[in-house]
């Protein structure tokens, strides 16, 4: 942690955060502004009044590659009209890139990875004080992990990441590269985080991990995430939980019998498969076969009929013929998806299938996806509709990002549903009935509102 005696004459300091990416992400920017704050940094949604700008990066994509220097581009020209301004950059593409990124753009202060977010505050006071750019790239997590002080977006719902980093080897993944391999956080810390944040009046807690599923097993003795779902079944105010995001392999019997005996954790599983072609799945070495996620999927069903499951396809794959993809979307009307995050193949570098020969060519992968997503939406929305008239509990997050007269929340499967009703709702958990469904969200009435949020 930065030593106090370090801060310097302006007392009260403003820090822009910008997050691209995951859930992560989000999480390690709130990080960031607790860590931050130590220094006297407070958190400003105004990056013309901030006096320092932090870019929280993913390199997940090129596309978002491509954002991230572009913002960096914007911002130095920003920091030209106030040179006093000061600019870091974190995240999955500091990670990668390191000192390079000043190469290009030399006007940028602070480059940190993801794994030393707790030495931020130092780095960014060395760069303050000596006027000179600071790179420190770390490639592994800290023995003992630093717990972090956290300032958090929603006074309602908190994501808590419980293991960092993945050990699959995905041919066509960067995240082993830039996150590293995996690590837990412990029961006893996470349920004490937990326990705050009740205390505090929070409703719900997203167990975050690039791979949440595999969490514990590096821990000794060993737990599995079923486990731990069940050490927090104890805090009553603690209405949902949820958890993000994990490998199909690693969803064991233990955690979907969790989550359906412990009350408050929700019946939403994200589960990603990547693709419905066998040949196509040991090219991106996932380490099953559709088969193999059928039966999980069934044995989800089985166990909790009214789980909603949603999962992340990739199309246009090196290699992937027109039947291969039509497996993909076979599937999906097979196994009915309630939502899927797809995107189309993006080769990354340090990965294995970004030297492949056999890349498609863009237009193809764009072509696929345009047609994936068509059906993907038909089969939510033939989905959604069948929540038409019932009566659903929702945690109201706010005004509704496309119409502002309305509220929006989430259902315990995680569909969004937008409804009228008074702001003070926002962080409340009410009763809506549902009136209509589209492929993305549906739309009903308010009914009752049942718990207080505070
Ligand atoms: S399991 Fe997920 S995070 Fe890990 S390498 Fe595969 S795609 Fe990447």
Redesign the pocket.
């Known amino acids: 942690m930065a030593d106090s005696s370090t801060l310097n004459e302006k007392s009260t300091r403003r820090v822009f955060v910008e997050t691209f990416g995951c859930q992560m992400n989000k999480a390690d920017s709130e990080n960031m502004l607790g860590l931050l704050s130590e220094i006297g940094y407070e958190h400003t949604l105004d990056s013309k009044e901030a006096d320092l700008l932090i870019l929280n990066t993913c390199a997940i994509r090129e596309g978002a590659e491509d954002k991230v220097f572009s913002y960096l581009g914007a911002w130095g020209k920003q920091k030209r009209k106030r040179p006093e301004m000061m600019i870091a950059v974190g995240g999955c593409v500091a990670q990668e890139k390191g000192a390079s990124i000043l190469t290009r753009m030399p006007y940028i202060d602070v480059v940190f990875g993801t794994h030393n977010l707790h030495r931020l505050p130092d780095l960014v006071l060395k760069a303050r004080s000596e006027k000179t750019s600071v790179v420190e790239i770390v490639q592994e997590l800290p023995e003992d992990l630093p717990e972090l002080p956290v300032i958090r977006q929603s006074d309602f719902s908190a994501w808590v990441s419980v293991i960092y980093g ?5 041919t ?2 960067i ?2 590269y830039v ?1 590293g391999r995996e690590k837990s956080r412990t029961a006893e810390v996470i349920e004490k985080e937990i326990e705050e944040l009740t205390q505090a009046g929070y409703l719900e807690v997203t167990l975050l991990g ?2 949440v599923t595999a969490y514990g097993h590096d821990l000794d003795p060993k737990i599995h995430l079923g486990d731990l779902i069940r050490r927090l079944e104890k805090f009553e105010k603690l209405k949902r939980i949820r958890f993000l ?1 994990g ?1 199909p392999r690693d969803l064991q019997d233990g955690i979907i019998d969790a989550v359906h005996e412990v009350e408050s954790a929700c019946e939403y599983f994200h589960i ?1 498969i ?1 693709a419905g072609n066998d040949r196509t799945l040991r090219r991106m070495a ?1 380490g099953y076969q559709v088969d193999f996620y059928k039966r999980l999927i069934e044995k989800v069903r089985n166990k909790i009929p009214e789980a909603s499951i949603t999962s992340d396809l990739i199309v246009g794959f090196p290699g992937e013929t027109e039947q291969e993809f039509m497996d993909t979307v076979n599937l999906v009307e097979e196994i009915q998806f309630d939502a899927c995050n797809t995107a189309a193949y993006s080769p990354r570098p340090h990965t294995h299938s970004a030297a492949w020969a056999d890349q498609l060519p863009e237009h193809e992968k764009y072509e696929r996806l345009r047609f994936l997503n068509s059906v993907v939406g038909e089969v939510s929305h033939r989905i959604n509709r069948r929540y038409v008239g019932r009566r659903e509990e929702v945690l109201v997050e706010g005004e509704s990002q496309r119409d502002e007269t309305r509220l929006s929340g989430r259902t315990r499967t995680n569909k969004i549903v937008n409804f009228e009703g008074d702001k003070s709702l926002k962080g409340k958990l009410v009763d809506v009935e549902i009136q209509s469904a589209n492929p993305w969200a549906l739309r009903g009435s308010l009914c009752s509102s049942v718990v207080p949020a505070k």
Do not use: A, G, M
């Open positions: 993945c050990d699959y080897n995905c066509y993944c995240v082993p996150r690039q791979n995001t490998h990603p990547q996932r």
